[in-house]
């Protein structure tokens, strides 16, 4: 038994060196158009649209009817997961045909747990809860948190990092009283575990990204200015908010190697924040006005859209230094974006989020926590590509390695279904 594990195991990781990732199609979730001002109703529908990155086209797969907006969308394995307005949607990645859905009021954003669900809510007038856990494939609910367990507002983005979620929270559905906070939801005890404020300067978070073990939160504030805070995830809390521009605008913030890239109202460009140095590095002069953004690991573009939110919508792919490399036409009010990265050979790989290491340099020890689904092996490699050492885990979401016997170096960790991460071994 323990002989034909090592096989499989040492087989899996060699196919898994051999394959490569490829992004399959980039998902654009368009909002369309609700006449709120005249009360006409939805006037163009909410759509999801994918961009082929090798042919260069963009074509709209489905039409959704009802929602007035879309907030979200994210692709688990063969199956795309929309949120919009009041419903759940899932479909498959290859054939778009609808296999799931459910109706929830106020869905905002989505995240994947194992085999769960993540979701949070926010809506005018208030919910009776603010954050969901359902079952991904039924998309039956299993259980909320409550305001008596201590979650009593609105929440935006949610990311993973082990057994532990962590909530942009917000109240941004009573402007007048908007907050700066990350809940923090232990997913095994099924609690809300703390909340951690970001100061006066941090208002309106919404959007987060986990780097190096570090949760880093983009905050609109009360739209009059832009901050972005830091908070360690071992366990001292907040170390900073730095105020980074007069204003930006909803959800237009991605990461990408090493830095922050945000929407800056007042120049109407993106700008970089620098984690390195914890400061905004510069201004990217001629880039566009996005409205969403994500960064491809895969092949170091980012895709972004723009939009006038009224009559058009485009899909662009831009170099780092935000300058335009091409661009589709894609659907109105075209926003969220998600990628679809598959193994060269043609399997669906459910890559959402990086694997989170810390810390990083390391001497003796790394621990890796892992989105989306379980890991059963991790393989090691040098900066020749050579293959270090190898992990077989108990299918965990969370595993640490010894690395102290490695020599000085840098080294990039492979779990299948995941996205490489690097780091250095002092």
Known sequence: MYRSFLSSLALGVALFAGAQQQVHQVFALSEGYYDYINGGGQLVPVTLGSYDPIAGT???VVTISGPRFGSDVLVDGGSVYVAADDRILRYDANTYAETG???????????????RLLLTRGELGGLDHYFEVRDKQTLDLLWTLEPTDGLTMSAEDVVVVGDMAYLAVNNAFDWANLVGKVGVVDLLAQTYADEIDLGANGLNPE???????????FNNTDFSGSSISAIDLGGAGLTYTHDVALNSGCSASAYAEGKIYFMEYSQNELARYALSTASVLDTLTGSPAVYGLIEDPINHVLYATTTDFFSTGDLLVLNADGSTISSVPAA???GNLALDIRLSTGVVEPVKDRIALYPNPAMEEITLSFTGAPVVSIAIMDAAGRVVKRVGTNNTLTQRIAVGELAPGSYTVHALGHAP?????R
């Open 58 to 60: 963009y074509t709209t």
């Open 101 to 115: 859905m459910t109706l929830i009021q106020g869905v905002r954003k989505l995240a994947v747990w194992g085999d």
């Open 207 to 217: 959007k987060l990204f986990v780097v190096d073990g570090a949760l880093h939160s």
């Open 332 to 334: 109105m009010s075209a």
């Open 421 to 425: 991460v690097r780091f250095v071994k």
